[in-house]
C-alpha cells in the first residue's frame, strides 16, 4: 500500500505557504528541471510533471481547497467507503437540487478544518533486526499546533470571523446546467467557515509550527521489506486546530550475506564434499540460530533441498518458519596422485 503524492512537499512549501510563494516555487522549480538542462536525464521530465501537477492544484484557489481538505482535486482520490456513507458524501457534493425537493439543508453541510496531511517515513534495518525483532529511534519534522495561538491562527486575545464569502458555511452555491446547484468548498476560507483578521505573530495565522520529533519504532520479528506500520495521529496537525494525520513507518530490510529470506523461510546453499554425498552422514550447517547439523543420506544428488524444521523466521505472532538447504557437491580441482589412485579403481568398480 503507497500513500500519494504531498502537493506540498514536490513544490517544497508549507500547507500555510501564500498563493506568492507557491507561485515562487513553481517557478524556481521549474526552470531548475527544465528538460533543455537535462536533455539526458529522463528523471528530470518525470520530476517537472510532477512539479506541473502539484501547481496546477495548489495554484488554483479552489483546487487546493479541496485538496486540503480531501486530498485531492478532482475527488478520485476518496476512498468512499471510508471516509463516510455514499449518501454523506453525495449531499457534501450535491447539497441543493433546486426544483426537486433538494437533499437537504445548506447550511448542515459545513465543513470543519481540514485534517493534516500524512508523513512517510522509511527506516532500514538489518536482516538480524528484522529476524528477531528490535527497536529503531528515528528523528523527522512534522507539524503542530501552534503553543501560542492553540491551533486558532488567530493573534491572542482575538477570535477568527465569520467568513463573508460563505457566512460561515465553508460551503459557496454554483448554478450549473441553469437548474442543478452544486455546493463547493469555500475558495476564502477553504472550507472552515471562518477568516482570521489578526492573524497570530507566531505561525502567521496558519496555526501550524515545524516541530523535530525522535521517537522509537518497535520492529516485530518476522517483519519483512516493504511492510509499514501506521502510527494514527502521529503525522502532521491540521490547519486551524483540524486534526492529526497518520504517521507511516516503511520498514527497508538489508541483504543477509549468506541466507535469503522468503516470508517465514529461510534458504542457503552449501558445499559438501562428494564422498559424504556417496556414502551419507552429518554436516554442521550455520541457521541465524545458531549452528546445527543435518543429515545427508546416502546418494545425495547436487541440488537436492534439505529442510530443517524450525529454523527459520520466529515470528512475532508465534508461527515459525523452516530453513531450507540447499546441497551443491563440490568437485575437487587438484588431486593427490593417492587420491586420484582411489577414484580411477572407484571408477573401475563403479563402472
Excluded at 88 to 101: A, E, L, M, V
Excluded at 191 to 212: A, D, N
Excluded at 266 to 276: A, D, G
Aim: hydrophobic share 30%; charged share 30%; with cysteine.
Amino acid at each position: 500500500m503507497s500513500e500519494p503524492d504531498d502537493y506540498y512537499s514536490i513544490l517544497g512549501v508549507s500547507r500555510t505557504a501564500s498563493d506568492e510563494d507557491i507561485k515562487k516555487a513553481y517557478r524556481h522549480l521549474a526552470k531548475e528541471y527544465h528538460p533543455d538542462l537535462h536533455p539526458k536525464d529522463k528523471g528530470a521530465e518525470e520530476k517537472l510533471k510532477r512539479i506541473n501537477e502539484a501547481y496546477e492544484v495548489l495554484g488554483d484557489p479552489q483546487k487546493r481547497a479541496t485538496y486540503d481538505r480531501y486530498g485531492t482535486a478532482d475527488f478520485r482520490g476518496i476512498n468512499w467507503n471510508a471516509e463516510a456513507g455514499f449518501g454523506d458524501i453525495f449531499s457534501q457534493i450535491f447539497r441543493d437540487f433546486s426544483g426537486f425537493g433538494g437533499f437537504g439543508d445548506f447550511g448542515a453541510g459545513r465543513a470543519g478544518p481540514p485534517p493534516g496531511g500524512n508523513l512517510r517515513v522509511s527506516i532500514n534495518v538489518s536482516f538480524e533486526e528484522a529476524f528477531f525483532g528490535t527497536e529503531k529511534q528515528i528523528a523527522f519534522q512534522r507539524l503542530v499546533r501552534c503553543d501560542t495561538c492553540n491551533g486558532s491562527g488567530a493573534k491572542p486575545g482575538s477570535s477568527p470571523t465569520r467568513c463573508k464569502t460563505c457566512g460561515g458555511r465553508g460551503q459557496v452555491l454554483r448554478t450549473m446546467s441553469g437548474f442543478i446547484t452544486v455546493a463547493q468548498i469555500c475558495p476564502t476560507c477553504g472550507g472552515l467557515g471562518k477568516s482570521i483578521g489578526s492573524p497570530c505573530p507566531k505561525c502567521r495565522g496558519g496555526g501550524v509550527m515545524k516541530e523535530r520529533r525522535e521517537i522509537r519504532i518497535p520492529v516485530p520479528a518476522g517483519v519483512e521489506d516493504g511492510m509499514f506500520q501506521r502510527i494514527r495521529g502521529g503525522g502532521n496537525a491540521g490547519e486551524r486546530g483540524g486534526p492529526y494525520g497518520d504517521l507511516i513507518v516503511v520498514f527497508s530490510v538489508e541483504p543477509h550475506e549468506k541466507f535469503v529470506r522468503r516470508g517465514l523461510h529461510v534458504y542457503l546453499e552449501i558445499e559438501i564434499p562428494f564422498s559424504l554425498a556417496a556414502l551419507g552422514g552429518e554436516v554442521e550447517v550455520p541457521t541465524m540460530h545458531g549452528t546445527s547439523k543435518i543429515k545427508v543420506n546416502k546418494g545425495t544428488e547436487s541440488g537436492t533441498v534439505l529442510r530443517m524444521r524450525e529454523k527459520g523466521v520466529h515470528a512475532a505472532d508465534g508461527r515459525k518458519g523452516d530453513q531450507l538447504v540447499r546441497v551443491n557437491i563440490r568437485v575437487p580441482k587438484k588431486l593427490t596422485k593417492e587420491q586420484q589412485d582411489y577414484l580411477e579403481r572407484f571408477a573401475e568398480v563403479f563402472d
